[in-house]
């Protein structure tokens, strides 16, 4: 495996590459990014490269504090990079993706990424800098596909209708949320949560499931907020919605989404709803 410290050395690798299927992660791997890597790199096979992009970036974080402590642990990432069949790692620094004399552009948002009033809303600016780094690291890599994971359901709606517009011969390719054995969803941020608060944070995916079986979407909703609030939790959001444009539900395929802070910690979660839909 190779690994791949700036834009120089990626130049290097692309020409002999193949067909490059890219994962972007901000590091601190854990199982939820290896199996994203796991299946790029089953999906590479034969025919080119599967490259993990490892790179904090700044212009998504809302919260300085959040930007500040990210946890980063490249040794291990690598050592996880290459047990999951990755051909390269992609970790450039900072100043070389955002050049200090040029502007790097942000795409026009989709309207997922500013209508439904859920992450749009309680993180202002972040789906910009998610659609900055996510075209600049395409146009730097050109990737025939590119593996994102559920749990960030909103993010993989606003990178699909983004890269429809912009790059539409790459693809985005989706993978279920990794969750540890008692149902919390992975999360490179869990490790901030202490014994109390992690136990805590279990009412999170217990909402999820709880409404997974409540016809009526007010009902399903109303659910969800009571097993929240019952563990002390009172969320940013608990709703259902389409699972494409994230606004009202309609006719097509529905998610649930919760976003809640516990302790220093802002974790989001969804699931189909209802259950098998
Ligand atoms: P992050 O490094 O947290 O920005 O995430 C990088 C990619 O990994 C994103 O596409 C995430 O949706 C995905 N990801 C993060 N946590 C999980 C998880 N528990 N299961 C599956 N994918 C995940």
């Not at 050395?9 to 193949?18: H, K, M």
């Not at 994962?23 to 096979?45: C, D, F, N, W, Y």
């Not at 693809?171 to 949320?177: K, L, N, S």
Request: hydrophobic letters at 45%.
């Amino acid at each position: 495996m190779e690994f791949l410290e700036d834009i120089a050395e990626l130049e290097r690798f692309r020409p002999d590459a193949g067909e490059i299927v890219l994962i972007p992660t901000m590091g601190a791997l854990h199982a939820g990014h290896e199996s994203l890597v796991r299946h790029g790199a089953e999906m590479a096979k034969g025919r080119g490269a599967c490259v993990v992009w490892i790179f904090v970036n700044p212009t998504q974080f809302n919260d300085p504090a959040d930007y500040a402590r990210y946890p980063k642990t490249l040794h291990a990432d690598l050592a996880l990079c290459r047990r999951a069949g990755a051909q390269a790692v992609f970790a450039p620094q900072a100043s070389e993706i955002y050049p200090k004399d040029s502007a790097v552009r942000v795409p026009s948002l989709p309207a997922v990424a500013t209508a439904p009033q859920l992450e749009d809303r309680h993180r202002p600016g972040h789906f910009a800098g998610v659609c900055q780094v996510v075209l600049r690291f395409f146009e730097l890599v050109r990737p025939r596909a590119a593996v994102f994971g559920e749990k960030d359901w909103q993010q993989l709606q606003v990178v699909r209708a983004m890269t429809e517009r912009e790059m539409p011969e790459t693809r985005i390719e989706p993978m279920p949320t990794v969750r540890d054995p008692d149902g919390l969803a992975m999360s490179s941020r869990n490790r901030f949560l202490d014994e109390a608060e992690r136990t805590r944070a279990l009412a999170i995916s217990r909402a999820l499931r709880a409404a997974a079986d409540v016809p009526g979407v007010q009902a399903a909703e109303e659910t969800m907020r009571r097993v929240l609030v019952e563990s002390g939790i009172e969320p940013e959001y608990a709703v259902v919605r389409d699972g494409r444009t994230l606004l009202a539900p309609g006719a097509g395929p529905k998610r649930a989404l919760i976003a809640a802070r516990v302790g220093s910690v802002r974790l989001i979660d969804n699931a189909a709803w209802p259950a098998g839909g």
